[in-house]
């Protein structure tokens, strides 16, 4: 049991350890990854990515892009 004096350093510590432990060096890296922040601002960037498209341009561009890969197109 964790005493309740515990520093937040120390409960990093031993979270690392337990996930390096439940997971192993390269699951507990793949693990902390999924809870980076990132950077910039997603909404800003989609409005310019989209700026003048249509939704029938995107569709043709996706079934273009499945063709492509070898997919088929239902």
């Known amino acids: 049991m964790m005493s309740p004096k515990i520093t937040p350093a120390q409960i990093r ?4 350890e337990a996930l ?3 997971l192993g060096p390269v699951g507990m ?6 809870f980076e922040m990132g950077s910039g601002d997603y909404t800003r960037e989609r409005e310019e990515w989209l700026k003048g498209l249509t939704v029938q341009e995107v569709a043709e561009e996706i079934e273009s892009l499945r063709k492509h890969e070898g997919r088929s197109v239902d």
């Open 20 to 22: 390096v432990k439940a």
């Open 29 to 34: 890296a793949r693990f902390l990854q999924q």
């Open 13 to 16: 510590e031993r979270g690392i």
